[in-house]
């Protein structure tokens, strides 16, 4: 036991003496950085081939966001200057993801994408480190000179998607199993609530917060607990579809997301909002390649195909079916929009007044539910 | 012919070395086989995972940012385990020393770097301490079992400091996302060499010194040992094993209280949702693995550093899926444990009709 503050001792002297000792190394390092930059920049300059490497928040295998995103990533892949592209799974939020999006950078990728909005300050930070790369960070606010945003205006389907849950319902309790309190959920509660309302206004939505993207067993419990006090329509803001599955087991209909998963709720699937992530990808691996990239916020909907309703299951009407496509082509064109007054908030207090279409700034920091929502956001 | 497993008289210094590096050469063998199913050549992989973890200034750096809430945490739960008692409850005690830290960084207006980064420290300190107290009086006071209150209040500390981020501290610039606002310069620790590397892993590696003298050199030291290997005996000795209890459980949750602060104040610079990805948790193996010594635990956590960053490379490279990474990770520690079971025991074939 006498031994070990002598070892302590050393250990310390090691750690203070590394980085001595590492700060010739990087010397060295950045002396001899130029070099591989400079290749790469001729590699680049040759062939400008697009290596692309993606951050996941869950697994590959979860029929949902993640499951979404990897069908864009290989839709991308089609390019024939894309080279097979690298993605990492179940990516922790936060700090914790910094540390993986540098392991893309470092291994050469040249256009990296990080899918969910817990990697925000991360990729900004990873950027700030490696100014040949272009980042794409999508869902969050912050940008860089080569970091972009994009997202999708998932509220467009969503809406459709509550008109269909309206005309649909019987009991007019309609459940809602969501994510986590913040604007991209509350914005898809509230226009899926809208498009409820639209054509029944008697229907409430209740909404169960499960705080996980991705957890089968806590979606699958909060799906049970809305089918318990009655709901006869569900839907999901989750990566999983385990709400799909409850709705089957339970004979209730069920309106899916992300991906068409109507294999796991064959009988209760109605149609879902899907993501095609494929052709936006494809668009930024162009421009990275042709060298027109620039910094920007991509806010992409229905017009653009970034988002749109899965087919619909032979258990929706033909009536509905046409009332929603006719809605759906209105909202490509511009004429109709989810979010145009006269809105009301829980309270019955106006927060969209009459002829005003509530602007982009306001949508992305949606914090209030829509009237016709059962549910509180914790303030 | 039967199989016993019988206790060992003595344990020798070679079997309690080599025994763990055994078992983690078991382990990489029997992981080697789940490599080359997936058609990847385990030598190589393995070398990766060391490049990628040691090889570099970055990968060393990286492991060091991973080792330090580690030894923290590490540091807190062994110290209760040394007079048996199981403070299950770093995660929340992490938590709340990040909110306690967030608090003043946001709040308090100090302009001194120095007096920022020393009141952050002391009231993630207190948080910690204050939150593992609990536990430590309704023990000390009522026999309370602290595994189960330790255990329960980590759900309700992580579901405080969401209630907070999504509700009074959040960023009002922040389009109403659940984060608080980041913290200014003053309210940081220093990073290095470019890195993500910070201070606290120095402090850590303080920390550990002072609780290793504090333990082996001091009576209050003393006093818990004695107290862990024979209560009544402690009592009977004239030691107020009440109050003994109550202070060994703050210091434990005061120490992994730090790790929260290390976090916010080193790395993550605002308060928000996942500040710890389980460290608390991985805090009570590597404490087990570290046979509960300040030095083990340091080693300890370097080598989970290790292991956690090195094991991103196999994703990374391979493509081999996340489930795999775990599986490897999930082996390792399991073949450590079970070396430690052969420190203690020892198995012995006994000729048939023998007494067992």
Redesign the interface.
């Known amino acids: 036991?006498k031994k070990?503050?002598l070892?302590?001792l050393l250990?310390?002297a090691l750690?203070?003496c590394?980085?001595g000792c590492?700060?010739q190394?990087?010397k060295e390092?950045t002396s001899s950085a130029p070099a591989p930059a400079e290749s790469k920049a001729q590699e680049q300059a040759e062939d400008k081939g697009i290596k692309a490497g993606f951050i996941y928040v869950g697994?590959?295998g979860d029929a949902g966001w993640t499951y979404a995103h990897d069908q864009g990533r290989q839709e991308m892949e089609i390019l024939s200057y894309v080279q097979p592209s690298?993605?990492?799974?179940?990516v922790?939020?936060?700090?914790?993801s910094?540390?993986?999006i540098?392991?893309?950078a470092?291994?050469g990728h040249n256009l990296i994408f990080t899918t969910s909005?817990?990697y925000m300050?991360a990729t900004i930070d990873v950027a700030k480190?490696n100014k040949d790369i272009v980042f794409m960070h999508c869902s969050g606010?912050k940008t860089a000179d080569n970091v972009g945003t994009y997202f999708g205006r998932m509220y467009e389907p969503r809406y459709l998607s509550g008109i269909v849950a309206g005309k649909m319902t019987k009991k007019n309790i309609i459940g809602y199993v969501a994510a986590?309190?913040?604007?991209e959920v509350i914005r898809g509660i509230n226009a899926f609530t809208l498009g409820v309302q639209s054509v029944n206004p008697q229907a409430e939505v209740k909404v169960v917060w499960t705080?996980t993207w991705f957890d089968p067993g806590v979606e699958r419990d909060a799906a049970d607990s809305l089918l318990d006090v009655g709901a006869d329509v569900l839907t999901m803001h989750q990566d999983a579809p385990a709400t799909m599955q409850a709705a089957e087991a339970r004979g209730a209909y069920v309106i899916g997301y992300n991906s068409d998963m109507r294999s796991f709720a064959p009988n209760a699937f109605l149609t879902a909002p899907i993501w095609n992530w494929g052709s936006l990808y494809t668009k930024l691996a162009e421009e990275v390649h042709n060298g027109t990239w620039k910094s920007e916020q991509i806010w992409w909907g229905m017009k653009e195909n970034l988002v749109e309703l899965a087919a619909f299951s032979s258990a929706v009407p033909a009536e509905v079916q046409a009332l929603v496509t006719e809605k759906g082509n209105a909202i490509k064109s511009g004429t109709l929009h989810p979010f145009a007054g006269p809105i009301k908030d829980q309270s019955g207090k106006i927060v969209i007044a009459a002829g005003q279409i509530a602007p982009d700034g306001d949508l992305?920091?949606?914090?209030y539910f829509v009237e016709g929502v059962q549910g509180t956001?914790?303030? | 012919m039967k199989l016993v497993i019988e206790r060992r008289e003595i344990s020798s210094a070679l079997l309690r070395f080599s025994a763990p590096i055994a078992s983690i050469g078991v382990a990489l063998f029997v992981a080697g086989f789940l490599l080359l199913a997936s058609g990847v050549s385990p030598l190589e992989a393995y070398k990766e995972i060391i490049i990628e973890s040691l090889g570099s200034i970055y990968g060393l750096s990286e492991t060091l940012v991973k080792t330090t809430p580690l030894i923290f945490a590490g540091l807190g739960v062994s110290l209760a385990f040394r007079m048996q008692i199981w403070n299950i409850g770093a995660e929340g005690q992490i938590y709340v020393g990040a909110m306690g830290a967030s608090w003043v960084a946001l709040f308090s207006g100090i302009q001194t770097h120095w007096i920022m980064l020393t009141a952050m420290f002391f009231a993630a300190f207190l948080c910690g301490g204050t939150w593992a107290g609990v536990a430590g009086f309704l023990r000390a006071r009522w026999k309370v079992n602290e595994v189960i209150v330790t255990l329960l209040m980590n759900y309700i500390a992580i579901l405080w400091v969401d209630y907070l981020i999504y509700g009074p501290w959040k960023d009002p610039k922040g389009f109403n996302f659940p984060l608080t606002a980041q913290f200014s310069d003053t309210a940081r620790l220093a990073e290095y060499f470019n890195t993500r590397m910070h201070s606290g892993f120095f402090l850590a590696l303080f920390c550990a010194l002072v609780l290793y003298l504090f333990i082996e050199r001091t009576v209050w030291g003393y006093e818990i040992k004695v107290i862990g290997s024979n209560q009544r005996a402690a009592k009977y000795a004239g030691m107020n094993t009440g109050m003994a209890i109550f202070f060994v459980l703050f210091l434990s949750g005061a120490i992994a209280g730090i790790a929260g602060f290390s976090e916010v104040a080193g790395l993550q610079h605002r308060l928000q949702h996942g500040i710890s990805p389980g460290y608390g948790y991985t805090a009570i193996i590597i404490a087990w693995l570290a046979k509960r010594s300040a030095i083990g635990v340091v080693i300890v956590s370097f080598l989970m550093g290790v292991l956690l960053v090195g094991g991103d490379s196999l994703q990374l490279l391979w493509q081999l899926p996340v489930a795999f990474v775990y599986a490897f990770q999930g082996l390792i520690l399991f073949f450590l444990l079970a070396s430690d079971f052969f420190i203690i025991y020892r198995l012995k074939f006994v000729k048939g009709g023998a007494h067992v």
Request: overall charge negative; aromatic content about 10%.
């Open positions: 036991m070990a503050p070892l302590l250990v310390l750690a203070f590394l980085p590492s700060q190394e990087k390092e697994p590959v690298t993605f990492i799974e179940t922790p939020e936060g700090a914790e910094a540390r993986v540098n392991g893309l470092l291994k909005f817990g300050d480190r606010f986590f309190p913040i604007p705080q992305l920091g949606m914090n956001i914790s303030k």
